[in-house]
């Protein structure tokens, strides 16, 4: 075994957000499946990640009953499971020394937010000394709010301000960032032979 799929963040916490209504991929769960299907027949270990925020009181909390996989993904036997508490699936995890007892030379990134979460892993890797795949439509993200916006506008608001980035420009934006720097950018179907 030396590839590792890992899905990050695909959780139900995003379904609960309000900006899930303009989300870039909803069919997340199936990009992501495309991809677990031919890991596990390869024999790659596939790993789920789960970001809490314990004690929020929001929709990361784990007591609020949504840090749990999209409906669709599930984990077979022998998969491990991570729950982070960062952005990047590698600081508050033992991530990297379960690649490494499985002798793991490339990871191939999925999931959610393609900008933060799959980005921010893609770019840990990368530095720890891994090949790294980022699977662009296999991540999904929502509109990005220009920063210097005023805070708390209703979600409409936001998304009706020309300073807002389209999901297209957040997914283009994390491309050139990544694509040979940190990791070599694809599609589904250049993995998997076709789009999901």
Not at 61 to 88: I, W, Y
Not at 136 to 161: F, H, N, Q, V
Not at 174 to 188: D, I, P, Q, S
Request: net charge negative.
């Amino acid at each position: 075994m030396n590839s590792a799929l890992l899905v990050v963040d695909a959780q139900e916490s995003f379904r609960q957000r309000e900006d899930w209504s303009a989300v870039s991929n909803p069919s997340i769960v199936d990009e992501i499946l495309a991809l677990v299907e031919p890991a596990r027949a390869r024999g790659d270990l596939v790993v789920w990640v789960l970001h809490a925020e314990p004690g929020s009181g929001g929709v990361f909390d784990p007591a609020r009953g949504f840090v749990q996989l999209l409906p669709g993904l599930s984990v077979t036997e022998g998969e491990p499971v991570l729950t982070k508490t960062a952005h990047n699936a590698f600081t508050t995890t033992n991530l990297q020394q379960q690649l490494t007892q499985h002798g793991v030379k490339e990871v191939v990134v999925s999931g959610i937010r393609t900008e933060q979460c799959c980005e921010t892993t893609a770019r840990i890797a990368s530095d720890l000394g891994f090949d790294v795949t980022f699977v662009s439509d296999a991540t999904a993200t929502m509109p990005l709010a220009d920063p210097r916006a005023p805070a708390g506008r209703p979600y409409r608001e936001i998304l009706a301000d020309p300073r807002t980035l389209s999901t297209a420009q957040v997914v283009q934006r994390t491309e050139y960032a990544l694509a040979g720097r940190f990791a070599r950018v694809c599609m589904v179907r250049d993995l998997v032979g076709t789009s999901a």
